[in-house]
């Protein structure tokens, strides 16, 4: 009993060891996923490049297999985009851009290649601070 107590407790310690390879990786995509689904509805803050590029990666497939079961026209036009909105948001908050700008970018295809590109401003914004990188190491 004693031992386990004790190995729960390494697990959630400061101390414990840092991920390395694809384990790192595979904790950053976590963390990303984690991130973005608890700021689904909110356009507050800021998106950084590598989470918002695979965050909208992996609901493109989630929702490219919907649209096999499912109607894909409906899927990929209407709930696909409606699952990504808050995210494009918030890049565009990364850059400093109003929220309103959406309207302006959002019909340039060009943007959607852009976005995952471009880095957004450097430290502190009127948006928030600038996004973490979550597959540094702490």
Request: net charge positive.
């Amino acid at each position: 009993q004693n031992k386990i107590n004790d190995s729960r407790a390494f697990v959630n310690s400061e101390t414990a060891p840092e991920p390395r390879g694809i384990k790192k990786i595979a904790c950053g995509i976590k963390r990303i996923i984690f991130h973005n689904l608890s700021k689904m509805f909110s356009t507050d803050g800021r998106e950084g490049r590598m989470s918002f590029l695979i965050y909208n990666i992996l609901a493109l497939i989630f929702f490219l297999a919907i649209g096999v079961i499912w109607d894909p026209e409906i899927v990929i036009l209407i709930i696909y985009p409606t699952f990504i909105v808050t995210s494009f948001i918030r890049r565009l908050h990364d850059f400093g851009l109003p929220t309103w700008s959406i309207l302006i970018t959002l019909p340039i295809p060009i943007v959607y290649l852009a976005f995952p590109i471009i880095p957004g401003k450097k430290g502190e914004n009127k948006y928030g601070p600038e996004p973490k990188n979550y597959f540094a190491t702490k």
